[in-house]
């Protein structure tokens, strides 16, 4: 096989070049539970269009502007600053042999592979004017083997590049997309915003071996074992062989190393991890992880030919934990934990859902912890991986939501199950993640109380949820209107103290809440769903709006403070009622942060705190 500068691929023998341990990167690397050594970042200046006259792109766009990969135009950073209708855009960017070496292209990585982060809502992608493939689902991961659109000319001319070309379109008025909070008017109203179009994650160039390492996944199957999954890419002669070495970091400790021979009927295999230490259950809790004790193992996948001569290899981690429910509580490594979560829009002013650096990622773990919080809810987006990364590193809890389309149909139905699909199947290795919603507030379902067909698709989404992760508890339509939830979870606005507390104080309310009308004039449970114990959580409550300073007129919030004493108050008197509660599981505190028209954020938008900090945190821990 000859490589990009025409010179033969050797024999794929040597050891790939030194690996990081993935659970103490810098939080750069895109796909933080699969890190190679070297790969091209392409985010940075490219040039755009916002036009749908594909006739006009093929003439060169003379008149293309610059734009910022990867904010949306809609946004102040990306340069472009246009929050109007964006149907179709254009984006175009130089592929240079800087890039190339940058990606780690050798002869024993002559493969290389394009990859999006995200790109709202579809994608179609061109090199040199050749179609290389296409995405739809505005919130997922994907990528393309490039090598053959990429070889021409390079041999002969090292400063030769390549244009890569991206369409993305998105229709604004499309009420099937799955969009979350995008609004579908002009401007944004009520506690939708701003809409995201095109390039909103990174774009990024990584050169692989001839037979490589595409897909991992990590399960943890009970407390001393952990299930890999593994997929493969490219050629292979059937009899390779896959090890896995485990390391934990923390106290130099090898934990395993596992050699398996891999079959040549299939791409996907799984290899049985066997964690010795834990085999002493005395010890077994040294190494769980939990929020407050966030514990991380290393480990290097490597392939091996058939002569045992590595091929590829990977770096990862995984947490050792478990999840789950029983007798009305919720489970984290077998015992009742008490969550005590905060809705997260990941939404910021200057970038709308890109978050505005890689550092802000951390920044945003970090201040839930301040706060006081151990777990965040993730609203109506499928976040980028590395936030979830730095809650794996940090230690909170997340709940993994899927955004939600506004319209009910065959379309609507598809379209949300592929993207859900591929979300679950991205983020399912997280120990941070310990429960999936695909669903919220009858979104895109609003006539579930009484229309069956609407009930069967969420019972459906739920069901296959737990097909491709039964270890992780589901939440069929969080807030209200459940089929067949494992945690019942309700959204409550009521401001009073006192009132919330009457509402959630013992099993006679708990039994009020689920034969009568709940709260927002909604049944609790439809379809012939029934209360079997499940824990109970109040996953959207608070919202108290207060705007120190500079007062926005279209600020609101559920209730209003008059000053910042009344508006600890107000917080204090509702987690003091929560934590009245005989039987509350969790809660979830609506918001971290004002999010523009929202001005009812525990901080500011720009994520300083509207009082000090450590005031929050008492009203909300009690301490």
């Given at each position: 096989m000859s490589t990009l500068d025409g010179t033969v691929a050797a024999p794929d023998t040597a050891l790939p070049p030194a690996l990081p341990l993935a659970s103490r990167q810098d939080g750069s690397y895109p796909r933080p539970q699969m890190l190679r050594a070297d790969w091209a970042d392409l985010d940075g200046t490219w040039s755009f269009r916002n036009d749908g006259d594909d006739a006009a792109w093929r003439a060169g766009f003379p008149d293309a502007r610059d734009i910022v990969v990867p904010f949306p135009p809609e946004s102040v950073a990306s340069g472009i600053d246009e929050p109007g209708f964006h149907p179709v855009v254009w984006y175009s960017r130089t592929i240079t042999r800087a890039d190339l070496l940058a990606a780690g292209h050798t002869a024993e990585a002559p493969r290389l592979v394009l990859h999006f982060g995200a790109v709202d809502h579809r994608a179609r992608v061109w090199i040199d004017g050749q179609f290389i493939g296409e995405h739809e689902g505005g919130h997922t991961p994907f990528s393309f083997d490039v090598t053959e659109a990429l070889a021409g000319g390079t041999s002969t001319d090292p400063d030769a590049v390549h244009t890569l070309v991206v369409r993305a379109e998105d229709d604004p008025h499309d009420l099937t997309q799955p969009r979350g909070k995008q609004d579908w008017h002009e401007d944004p109203h009520a506690i939708w915003y701003r809409r995201t179009t095109g390039i909103w994650q990174t774009v990024w160039l990584e050169a692989v071996p001839t037979a490589s390492i595409e897909y991992l996944r990590w399960t943890n199957v009970d407390h001393g074992t952990v299930r890999l999954t593994v997929r493969l890419r490219g050629e292979r002669t059937g009899r390779e062989r896959l090890r896995v070495e485990a390391r934990w970091d923390e106290r130099d400790e090898h934990l395993a190393t596992i050699e398996s021979t891999l079959g040549d009927t299939s791409d996907e295999f799984d290899v049985v991890v066997p964690i010795a230490r834990q085999t002493n259950g005395q010890a077994e809790d040294e190494l769980h992880w939990t929020p407050e004790a966030p514990r991380l193992v290393d480990t290097t996948v490597t392939l091996l030919d058939r002569a045992g001569h590595p091929v590829d290899a990977v770096a990862s981690y995984f947490g050792v934990r478990t999840v789950g429910v029983d007798g009305g509580a919720f489970l984290l490594n077998g015992r009742s934990y008490d969550v005590r979560s905060v809705l997260n829009q990941g939404y910021w002013p200057d970038s709308h859902i890109a978050a505005p650096s890689r550092e802000a990622l951390r920044r945003e773990v970090e201040l839930i912890k301040e706060l006081g919080f151990n777990a965040a809810r993730n609203h109506q987006k499928i976040e980028d991986p590395r936030f979830l990364y730095w809650a794996d590193?940090?230690?909170?809890?997340?709940?993994?939501?899927?955004?939600?389309?506004?319209?009910?149909s065959p379309r609507a139905v598809?379209?949300?199950?592929?993207e859900w699909m591929d979300a679950v199947e991205r983020d399912a290795s997280h120990p941070s993640i310990v429960t999936w919603v695909p669903a919220n507030e009858s979104w895109g379902v609003q006539h579930i109380a009484t229309d069956p067909a609407q009930q069967a698709y969420a019972r459906s989404l739920a069901d296959v949820t737990?097909?491709?992760?039964?270890?992780?508890?589901?939440?069929?339509?969080?807030?209200?209107?459940?089929?067949?939830?494992d945690i019942i979870t309700i959204h409550d606005y009521d401001g009073v103290g006192e009132s919330l507390a009457k509402t959630y104080a013992d099993d006679t309310a708990r039994s009020e809440l689920f034969h009568g009308m709940g709260p927002s004039d909604r049944w609790v449970l439809v379809g012939g769903a029934t209360d079997h114990g499940q824990p109970v959580m109040l996953t959207e409550f608070g919202g108290v709006?207060?705007?120190?300073?500079?007062?926005?007129?279209?600020?609101?919030?559920?209730?209003?403070?008059?000053?910042?004493?009344?508006?600890?108050?107000?917080?204090?008197?509702?987690?003091?009622?929560?934590?009245?509660?005989?039987?509350?599981?969790g809660s979830c505190y609506t918001q971290l942060t004002d999010t523009?028209?929202?001005?009812?954020?525990?901080?500011?938008?720009d994520r300083t705190p509207k009082v000090p900090i450590e005031q929050i945190r008492r009203a909300i821990t009690g301490r």
């Open positions: 590193r940090l230690g909170i809890l997340v709940w993994g939501e899927a955004p939600g389309a506004y319209a009910f598809q379209r949300l199950m592929r737990r097909a491709i992760d039964p270890t992780r508890p589901v939440i069929s339509n969080d807030g209200w209107e459940h089929t067949n939830s709006n207060y705007q120190p300073g500079a007062q926005r007129e279209d600020g609101w919030g559920y209730t209003s403070a008059t000053d910042g004493d009344d508006w600890i108050a107000r917080i204090t008197a509702l987690y003091d009622a929560i934590r009245a509660s005989s039987f509350l599981a523009m028209q929202e001005t009812n954020g525990l901080l500011n938008a």
